[in-house]
């Protein structure tokens, strides 16, 4: 893909063709200064959606039978596409988002990784999930039949980007990539917020398709009305799953259209998470002003719109408890509000800002100064106790922003508490030091039921892309808590398995074969049968 200037089209991808829409047009716009930004984009109907799930049923066929080694060079394409045009889509996206360079630098750089990083899966194999039980016909006293099993790709799924993450959860972020590796088409549609990054994406990936000789239909960019068009695509019957990560209230609504279909389909929305920090008095005999900064880093990083931002804060009664909060309003007097994803949403921090500090029980801790351009609220801190916590549901209330909840506790039994009463996280972080062990133990098991992911002295905002990682947890924080949306574990969201019973060899797929063409490392009888050995090994 060449790196010269990017000229937008302003208009739909689908199927590898520019589709200009037939229903209106939007722009995305200059969150520091409100202006808008160009070209405009087109919005598709409902008739030019369904060309591009047609699209993508026909590419099934091909696009779910493709070898590993075809299938990772095909990933790998698409992050060399997606890298060719980096410094345009940095330019673009600060623009679109407010986001500051090095910050969209270290997501484009994520969004890369991880494309690579399913590739390495798509070539090992081990998501295919072969299990073979050759034939016992003398076993007694019933023969065995010859039994194998492999995961297939479910079909064509629609992904929606994410307003927070331009690059690692939008056109060719997690989702798509998990999805792609999987097997399965990707319908995508574009955040109307950030249209000129997912443009200039989806051409890096449309013509990863076309290098690749891949069936155009296996990828399809959308621009089209938020609400409509998005509920459209998740009826459309040939979709079998969705990706999603945004907020609660448009999470759910596509939950319940999936589950309302004539056949349901899963919907792995990533909505809403406060994932809560629990500070042991170990953790506060250290220097208060740097501990403090390097949560007040944490909170206002990304000015808080990231989806592990620590907005509950759990806090020692005590002295130490009150020179901690005081070291936070000394740091949050130096922190400036950064500009916001939208206006939108930065009335709807302000909005949520304004409704926590109205509660009874609730007072200003600590508060930082507005920004210096449009749509940047000041980053504030707000403290109370655990009985106003556990009596007020509005506090448990994300808040999309730089804004969090400091909670004072005078027990492990208040804290225990606590965390029985909160609703589903994706992360749940402790500070404390060995002396503490025993005492956090039964908090730990709480958790556990609680979050997809603990941290033991670090903070929540970060998250690695890797083999063991979770970004996931109980509802509200996603739709299912058995998945993640981050780490290869994402895979699996999108295959299904499947037994052929007495099926001739001839007719098995490559991955059943007794010759194992593809190399891949298979259950046999019971025991794990690496790669290019005969007899099965445990591993």
Not at 8 to 15: M, Q
Not at 184 to 200: L, R
Not at 369 to 377: F, H, I, K, L, M
Not at 518 to 525: A, H, S
């Amino acid at each position: 893909m060449s790196t010269q200037t990017i000229t937008l089209s302003g208009h739909s991808i689908i199927a590898g063709r520019e589709t200009p829409g037939n229903a209106g047009t939007t722009r995305g716009i200059d969150p520091a200064t409100n202006a808008q930004l160009e070209p405009a984009y087109t919005l598709v109907d409902e008739a030019q959606l369904a060309e591009a799930t047609a699209a993508a049923e026909d590419a099934v066929a091909s696009f779910s039978s493709l070898d590993p080694g075809s299938h990772a060079a095909f990933l790998e394409r698409i992050a060399a596409n997606i890298e060719a045009v980096g410094p345009e889509l940095v330019e673009r996206a600060s623009a679109e988002t407010g986001l500051p360079g090095p910050r969209l630098q270290g997501e484009l750089a994520r969004t890369t990784g991880q494309l690579r990083l399913f590739a390495s899966v798509v070539r090992q194999g081990d998501h295919r999930g072969v299990r073979i039980e050759p034939a016992l016909p003398e076993r007694t006293p019933l023969p065995r039949p010859d039994l194998r099993q492999r995961r297939i790709p479910l079909g064509p799924v629609a992904v929606f980007g994410a307003s927070n993450f331009p690059f690692a959860f939008s056109t060719a972020g997690g989702d798509t990539a998990s999805a792609l590796a999987a097997g399965c088409p990707v319908i995508f549609k574009a955040h109307n917020a950030h249209p000129g990054t997912g443009e200039i994406v989806g051409r890096a990936l449309t013509d990863a398709v076309a290098e690749c000789g891949l069936h155009p239909g296996v990828f399809s960019l959308v621009y089209g009305p938020g609400a409509s068009i998005g509920q459209a695509l998740v009826k459309d019957p040939v979709i079998k799953a969705v990706g999603f990560t945004g907020s609660r209230g448009a999470g759910t609504a596509l939950m319940a259209t999936a589950a309302a279909r004539p056949e349901p389909i899963p919907v792995y929305a990533e909505m809403s998470s406060i994932n809560p920090v629990f500070l042991f008095d170990s953790a506060l005999r250290g220097d208060a002003d740097e501990f403090a900064r390097a949560y007040v880093t944490s909170l206002t990083g990304s000015s808080g719109q990231l989806c592990t931002n620590p907005g509950l804060l759990f806090v020692p009664s005590g002295e130490a408890g009150d020179a901690f909060l005081a070291a936070v309003g000394r740091a949050l007097a130096d922190a400036e509000g950064a500009t916001m994803l939208t206006p939108g949403i930065a009335d709807s921090c302000r909005a949520g800002i304004d409704a926590l500090g109205s509660q009874e029980g609730v007072e200003v801790v600590a508060r930082g100064r507005e920004g210096s351009t449009a749509n940047a609220p000041a980053p504030v801190v707000f403290g109370t106790e655990v009985p106003t916590f556990l009596t007020n549901p509005v506090l448990q209330e994300e808040i999309f922003g730089a804004s969090s909840l400091a909670i004072r506790y005078g027990s492990v039994e208040e804290l225990l508490a606590a965390a029985a009463r909160m609703e589903g996280q994706l992360t749940a972080s402790l500070f404390l030091s060995e002396e503490d062990h025993a005492t956090a133990a039964p908090l730990l098991s709480v958790l556990e039921r609680k979050v997809g992911r603990i941290l033991a002295n670090g903070w929540p905002t970060g998250v690695d892309v890797g083999d063991a990682m979770v970004h996931g947890g109980p509802f509200p924080a996603t739709s299912d808590s058995r998945t993640t949306s981050v780490g290869t574990l994402a895979i699996e969201r999108f295959l299904r398995p499947v037994a052929y019973q007495n099926i001739p060899g001839s007719l098995l797929p490559a991955a059943l074969q007794d010759a194992n063409p593809w190399r891949l490392n298979r259950r046999v009888d019971g025991r794990i049968q690496l790669a290019g050995t005969a007899e099965g090994d445990r591993a």
